[in-house]
């Protein structure tokens, strides 16, 4: 597709169980971003991939958190054990060398 | 560690000019990066400096000044469409690769 997609748009799950968030990144982009952003907050960094390695893992916020990316395209995010905390919008974003991040619409992920 | 500050919110009339500033504090700059985000929506890119000065792009300016770590987008002609969440960004590099750090934003609301 044109623009970075991501899947599911709109996840409601009960606290405990694991879920799995999919980012499908602009064709040919090297760099791929996962942020999270909890309502009215700012941008929450996760993790970075540059191909399939993430050399920055430093803003995952717990084990229960992570994330792989196989081919150099497709990412998921995988929570596992989910808290209520964990409840906020998951943003991912591709860019190409130039640094420009272009973001997918989202996925909004609600903890009962 | 990695600061980047700005108003948190700020209001201004519909026609007239509003200043956004931001001020960062990182290690390995990189370029800076303004987003537009409205509520419900993935944010989008307006504007990057790398070098000092200032890059207009229609209604929109962005300044940047790195020895006084800081940056202002300049929003002239404002619409009622142009309420939103301004993201101010630094790009910075960091054991050889390039990172994206949000600030929390800055809440634009314009009324008539």
């Known amino acids: 597709g044109a623009g970075v997609s991501q899947s599911p748009s709109n996840k409601v799950t009960e606290k405990g169980k694991d879920v799995e968030l999919r980012c499908d990144p602009i064709s040919g982009h090297t760099a791929l971003y996962w942020y999270r952003q909890s309502l009215g907050q700012g941008l929450e960094f996760l993790i970075y991939f540059q191909g399939n390695s993430a050399p920055d893992k430093s803003g995952l916020p717990s084990d229960r958190f992570s994330a792989e990316r196989t081919g150099g395209s497709v990412s998921t995010l995988t929570i596992q054990r989910t808290q209520q905390e964990d409840s906020a919008v998951y943003l991912c974003a591709s860019s190409s060398d130039t640094g420009e991040l272009f973001f997918g619409e989202g996925s909004r992920l609600t903890v009962l | 560690g990695q600061n980047i500050d700005q108003p948190t919110e700020m209001t201004a009339t519909e026609g007239a000019i509003v200043q956004i500033n931001c001020t960062y504090q990182t290690s390995g700059f990189n370029g800076l990066f303004w987003y537009q985000q409205h509520a419900g929506e993935a944010p989008t890119f307006l504007s990057y400096n790398v070098l000092d000065g200032l890059e207009e792009k229609g209604r929109f300016s962005s300044f940047l000044s790195r020895s006084k770590g800081y940056s202002y987008l300049l929003l002239k002609e404002l619409q009622m469409k142009d309420s939103a969440s301004y993201l101010c960004?630094?790009?910075?590099?960091?054991?050889?690769?390039?990172?994206?750090?949000f600030g929390a934003g800055t809440r634009l609301a314009v009324h008539p």
């Open positions: 960004a630094v790009r910075v590099i960091s054991g050889g690769y390039n990172k994206l750090i």
